[in-house]
């Protein structure tokens, strides 16, 4: 697939001298759905308002099918944005603000029609036509600023954050939807989130951001199963990260003790973050373990339990369909594939 939209060395400083984004680089591909993650303040929004042009780089260049669009101001540019606050006219019903954007281009009336026609029945809202935009739930406000921004065949939309006001189980519902139109009209989606498992449920590439920098640039499994850094593996689902150091390739020593891992090219005894995912850990007899704790606290999270465990040296975090209670020493064990070994963070890796 082709990049549609490039972005290169992008620097964003604001007026008082904060650096928002520190010379990022990004290819996003025609037809992808790209999900940009991380925490508040990590820079995500305001690379969305770049490629849409609402904010001008103070340096670095965006490009649009090959083609550096910096100059070219936000309606001119082959995109359209859907807010968190979805921004629909509550003066005008749902058609109307279906069709605003073409009234404003021109079009002739029966292609006007076509096309509103055609969205209402995408986003399913067929025979809300005439609704009253403040008679709608959120959720259908929700498919009318959807159905609004494709209405003018962008050939990118952006989104940002357009879950966010709504509750847990329409979410879930949405991420399908929205996943499932992306699909169906070949679109290119940008989208933007802090929520973690919504980045993973619904993108073709995630984006992990933090600090003005990106972390890490992966598919879901990628970004989940191996992590560049502590950063990055403590933001994708929960991890237990320890201090460690590499004596050799294929060696890793924490806590005390020495374990076989599967990674190597690091130093000789160089300091490392070693990260072990909750659910790779094995409760075993503690008589047979290396590393032993005692369980501090239990909660039954459906599916299986969580426990902090106290290992003098580090407390662990251990997801298991076996329950252990309280106060019980036990021991913990991990093959060597479940041990990841990762350079020290630094904002700018």
Same mark, same amino acid.
């Given at each position: 697939?082709? /990049?549609?939209? &490039?972005?290169? %060395?992008?620097?964003?400083?604001?007026?008082?001298?904060?650096?928002?984004?520190? /010379?990022? &680089?990004?290819?996003?591909?025609? !037809?992808?759905f790209v999900t940009l993650l991380g925490p508040s303040g990590c820079g995500k929004t305001t690379t969305l308002r770049i490629?849409?042009?609402?904010? /001008?780089?103070? &340096?670095g260049d965006v490009l649009f099918e090959g083609k550096r669009i910096n100059d070219l101001p936000p309606h001119k540019r082959n995109v359209n944005t859907v807010f968190q606050r979805y921004a629909l006219f509550p003066h005008l019903n749902v058609y109307e603000n279906i069709a605003f954007g073409l009234r404003v281009?021109?079009?002739?009336?029966k292609?006007?029609?076509?096309?509103?026609?055609?969205?209402?029945?995408?986003? %399913?809202l067929m025979g809300f036509e005439k609704r009253s935009i403040n008679r709608l739930s959120g959720g259908q406000q929700q498919r009318v600023a959807i159905a609004r921004a494709l209405v003018n065949h962008?050939?990118?939309?952006?989104?940002?954050e357009p879950l966010g006001a709504l509750d847990l189980k329409l979410r879930k519902e949405m991420q399908?939807?929205?996943? !499932?139109?992306?699909?169906?009209?070949?679109?290119t989606f940008v989208y933007v989130t802090h929520d973690q498992e919504e980045a993973l449920t619904m993108s073709d590439t995630v984006v992990v951001m933090n600090n003005g920098y990106i972390q890490q640039i992966g598919s879901p499994t990628d970004i989940y199963n191996e992590p560049v850094n502590a950063f990055v593996a403590d933001?994708?689902?929960? &991890? %237990?990260?320890? /201090?460690?150091?590499?004596?050799?390739?294929?060696?890793?020593?924490?806590?005390?003790k020495r374990f076989a891992c599967v990674d190597k090219g690091f130093s000789p005894n160089e300091t490392v973050d070693v990260? *072990?995912?909750?659910?790779?850990?094995? *409760? *075993?007899p503690a008589e047979n373990a290396k590393i032993t704790g005692i369980v501090e606290s239990v909660v039954f999270k459906g599916v299986h339990y969580e426990m902090i465990v106290d290992g003098v040296d580090h407390k662990w975090m251990i997801h298991s369909t076996k329950y252990e209670p309280v106060g019980t020493m036990i021991g913990m064990a991990f093959d060597p594939d479940d041990i990841h070994i990762m350079k020290k963070s630094t904002d700018s890796e």
């Amino acid at each position: 697939m082709e /990049n549609i939209v &490039s972005l290169k %060395n992008i620097v964003v400083d604001f007026e008082d001298g904060e650096r928002i984004l520190k /010379n990022i &680089s990004l290819d996003i591909k025609d !037809k992808e759905f790209v999900t940009l993650l991380g925490p508040s303040g990590c820079g995500k929004t305001t690379t969305l308002r770049i490629i849409a042009g609402f904010l /001008n780089p103070t &340096s670095g260049d965006v490009l649009f099918e090959g083609k550096r669009i910096n100059d070219l101001p936000p309606h001119k540019r082959n995109v359209n944005t859907v807010f968190q606050r979805y921004a629909l006219f509550p003066h005008l019903n749902v058609y109307e603000n279906i069709a605003f954007g073409l009234r404003v281009k021109k079009l002739p009336e029966k292609e006007i029609v076509k096309r509103v026609v055609e969205m209402l029945e995408l986003v %399913n809202l067929m025979g809300f036509e005439k609704r009253s935009i403040n008679r709608l739930s959120g959720g259908q406000q929700q498919r009318v600023a959807i159905a609004r921004a494709l209405v003018n065949h962008p050939k990118v939309l952006l989104l940002d954050e357009p879950l966010g006001a709504l509750d847990l189980k329409l979410r879930k519902e949405m991420q399908t939807e929205l996943r !499932k139109i992306q699909q169906a009209l070949e679109l290119t989606f940008v989208y933007v989130t802090h929520d973690q498992e919504e980045a993973l449920t619904m993108s073709d590439t995630v984006v992990v951001m933090n600090n003005g920098y990106i972390q890490q640039i992966g598919s879901p499994t990628d970004i989940y199963n191996e992590p560049v850094n502590a950063f990055v593996a403590d933001f994708i689902g929960e &991890s %237990n990260i320890i /201090n460690g150091c590499m004596p050799e390739d294929c060696v890793v020593e924490f806590t005390g003790k020495r374990f076989a891992c599967v990674d190597k090219g690091f130093s000789p005894n160089e300091t490392v973050d070693v990260v *072990i995912r909750p659910e790779d850990i094995k *409760i *075993i007899p503690a008589e047979n373990a290396k590393i032993t704790g005692i369980v501090e606290s239990v909660v039954f999270k459906g599916v299986h339990y969580e426990m902090i465990v106290d290992g003098v040296d580090h407390k662990w975090m251990i997801h298991s369909t076996k329950y252990e209670p309280v106060g019980t020493m036990i021991g913990m064990a991990f093959d060597p594939d479940d041990i990841h070994i990762m350079k020290k963070s630094t904002d700018s890796e």
